[in-house]
């Protein structure tokens, strides 16, 4: 989505907790892509779950392991209507959603902010991606701007449907990945992951 915003404000009114996309998932039909990994949920309108919820599945192990993983309050940029963030502010999480685009209604308040802006601002929180569009730099903005020491990305790897080569560059380069959940599920046909990376440390100028 366009991250053209330069004012960070609040959008969006919250709703009461539950977890309805996992609800809607469970229901679902789930299938073997035939490589011999476990079965998928599989939905022709899935692109439409997703506008509406996330393109990542939030499922309560995932959401668990995160609350306990994660050493600090979270930034989310590209948070789109919040999802994510509610599920884990209703386990206690200080999340703060932002995102470019103001949206009607969503999931709990989002902040209306630049990425690159929010990721500068928030170096004392654990900065978050979920499924970063890949038509645009937001993500490798929003990581070269940030200087915080931790990063929690939900997506495809390189060469798929998120993000771009200069994020996975920087993210290939500068942060070394220290932790991911088991048994994280994904749409029939998606590779997301969940992944905690710690920055690496600066390397030391050589004595002369």
Do not use: K
């Amino acid at each position: 989505m366009p991250d053209t915003a330069t004012s960070c404000r609040s959008a969006s009114p919250p709703l009461p907790g539950r977890n309805p996309y996992w609800e809607l998932v469970e229901r679902l039909p789930w299938e073997s892509d035939g490589d011999g990994s476990p079965p998928q949920p599989y939905a022709r309108d899935r692109r439409t779950h997703c506008a509406h919820y996330s393109w990542a599945i939030p499922t309560p192990s995932t959401l668990r392991w995160i609350r306990q993983a994660v050493s600090r309050p979270v930034l989310e940029v590209g948070a789109g209507g919040g999802y994510w963030a509610r599920q884990l502010q209703q386990l206690g999480m200080d999340v703060l959603p932002t995102d470019a685009v103001a949206r009607i209604g969503g999931w709990t308040p989002v902040r209306l902010c630049d990425a690159e802006q929010a990721a500068a601002t928030h170096p004392n929180r654990t900065l978050m991606l979920c499924w970063p569009p890949s038509v645009n730099e937001m993500a490798a903005r929003a990581l070269t701007a940030y200087r915080g020491p931790e990063v929690l990305y939900i997506g495809e790897p390189a060469g798929n449907s998120c993000a771009t080569d200069a994020f996975f560059t920087t993210l290939d380069r500068q942060w070394t990945p220290v932790a991911h959940p088991t048994g994280h599920i994904n749409w029939w046909g998606t590779h997301d992951t969940v992944t905690l990376y710690h920055r690496r440390p600066s390397p030391r100028p050589e004595a002369r």
